[in-house]
């Protein structure tokens, strides 16, 4: 019996955002990492023997690809949480719920999951924003004013380590949900093929939606 894959239009729409914020993400962290262990001067103000050292790229190039790739993340998770923003609400008052009147009934799984999607969420508004204010901000990395908001030391510091707790964060929540991304990727392109051709290698066939 032949088989095909169908994926509604909402599914494939979040499919397609989700592969941009997460290509997006991929790009600005290598581009994160290099300038992690190749800083200008210093993330701690020290000597960088290794500045003029270049992997791939040059030193310019990494930091545009960094930028750009950001923005793009960035404009991508805004269209994600504008589609999203029913169940951004519902998950938010749960979270109220708990803090206010004790734990609600939610699993151990559901519990991390939460977790996790809460310390991804405050991780990327911290890097977005201290990267837009790294933007922003005149003058040269060691200009510094007399606080927090115009220093861009302190605005770098806090745009790397928050930028490093997203990354790691990140890559737990994308690990729990390995399975269901596998899944999800498959049958969105094998929804692209002629359905002879993809009713040999799927499953009965469905519409699966997001």
């Known amino acids: ?5 169908r994926l509604s239009r909402q599914t494939r729409a979040n499919w397609l955002i989700d592969a941009v914020v997460f290509v997006g993400g991929l790009l600005a962290a290598l581009s994160g990492i290099y300038f992690l262990y ?21 030193r310019h190039t990494w930091s545009d690809l960094h930028l750009v790739t950001g923005l793009v993340m ?13 169940w951004v609400k519902m998950m938010a008052r749960r979270v109220v719920t708990a803090l206010v009147a004790g734990p609600v009934s939610m699993s151990r ?8 999607d809460a310390l991804v969420a405050l991780a990327f508004v911290i890097c977005a924003v ?4 790294l933007l922003l901000l005149p003058g040269g990395r060691a200009a510094a004013g007399p606080g927090l908001l115009s220093s861009r030391v ?9 930028g490093v707790a997203l990354i790691a964060a ?3 929540h994308f690990a729990i949900h390995w399975r269901w991304v596998k899944n999800v990727t498959v049958r969105f392109f094998l ?9 040999e290698q799927s499953a009965p066939a469905r519409t699966v939606a997001g």
């Open 1 to 5: 019996m032949k088989r095909t894959i």
């Open 38 to 58: 190749l800083p200008s001067g210093g993330y701690r103000g020290g000597r960088n023997p290794a500045y003029g050292l270049q992997i791939l790229f040059e």
């Open 74 to 86: 960035v404009a991508a998770v805004a269209v994600h949480l504008a589609i999203h923003w029913r």
């Open 109 to 116: 799984a559901a519990r991390l999951n939460l977790v996790l």
């Open 130 to 133: 201290s990267g837009i204010a």
């Open 154 to 162: 302190a605005w770098d510091l806090v745009h790397t380590w928050s």
């Open 170 to 172: 990140a890559a737990v």
């Open 191 to 199: 929804s692209l093929l002629p359905q002879s051709a993809a009713g």
